[in-house]
């Protein structure tokens, strides 16, 4: 392979790398935008201790 | 030379609310920390969501005992009966006007927890595949019979570490007994 094949190879390879990078990074943000509002759903106007309340501790 | 004395507990335990806490590939969800992570009122629900939110992006597993089903229902249910009757909401469990929120609430919680199920690979284990165990928990290491269901639920088909608030966990065994909970 002459070097200038390998520049085009080892450019290529890296564009894929970012490009599936940039991927995971778009998964791992909406999973945490999808989370956070999953769990910013349940609002009630008190708390508990759930060891005593429901495990009676 | 031998050092003298008991040798050096293996327990490992992590508290969920550092940053640095680091992860394995698989974990058993407890109910103490499910109701932290998923109603907002909770003392520990911002720290308990950052958690989640890291075992989201490291790819962790969850593994939970489908009593965590119930105890979420009952939760959600005491949670109502307290918001109308603060101070002794034991006594009100036969109110029937706390009865509506107490469903909205019920079905608020399962939704969100099914929702948060769908951004993990998770197991779901039967309280009856785990049965012939809890016996022999409780009866080594003392724990009621809620914290042995979710312990054995942890220990097979191989050990897993234990997200929890609940102090019980800590009669285990420490060889072999992973924990992560809050600092407190």
New interface residues.
């Given amino acids: 392979m002459s070097s200038s094949s390998k520049a085009t190879a080892s450019k290529k390879m890296s564009s894929s790398k970012n490009s599936s990078g940039k991927a995971s990074a778009a998964r791992?943000a909406s999973?945490?935008r999808?989370?956070?509002a999953?769990?910013?759903?349940?609002?009630?106007?008190?708390?508990?201790n759930?060891?005593r309340?429901?495990?009676?501790? | 030379m031998r050092s003298k004395g008991r040798p050096p507990s293996t327990r490992q335990v992590f508290s969920f609310e550092s940053a640095d806490t680091p992860l394995p590939e698989e974990v058993l969800l407890d109910t103490s920390y499910v109701v932290e992570m998923l109603i907002v009122s909770q003392p520990l629900h911002a720290a308990a969501v950052n958690f989640l939110i890291r075992l989201a992006d490291e790819g962790v597993r969850i593994r939970f005992s489908s009593m965590l089903e119930l105890e979420l229902a009952v939760t959600a249910f005491q949670i109502a009966l307290k918001e109308n009757h603060p101070k002794d909401w034991k006594r009100f469990r036969h109110d029937g006007r706390a009865r509506p929120r107490a469903g909205r609430l019920m079905t608020e919680v399962s939704e969100a927890w099914k929702t948060v199920l769908t951004y993990f690979e998770h197991t779901r284990v039967d309280v009856e595949d785990v049965m012939d165990d809890v016996p022999w928990l409780m009866s080594n290491y003392g724990l009621a019979s809620y914290d042995a269901v979710h312990a054995a639920t942890a220990r097979q088909p191989d050990a897993v570490g234990i997200v929890t608030t609940d102090v019980g966990f800590c009669s285990l065994p420490a060889s072999g007994t992973t924990i992560f909970t809050d600092s407190s």
């Fill in positions: 791992k999973a945490t999808g989370l956070r999953a769990t910013n759903k349940v609002q009630a106007k008190t708390s508990i759930f060891s309340s429901v495990r009676g501790k």
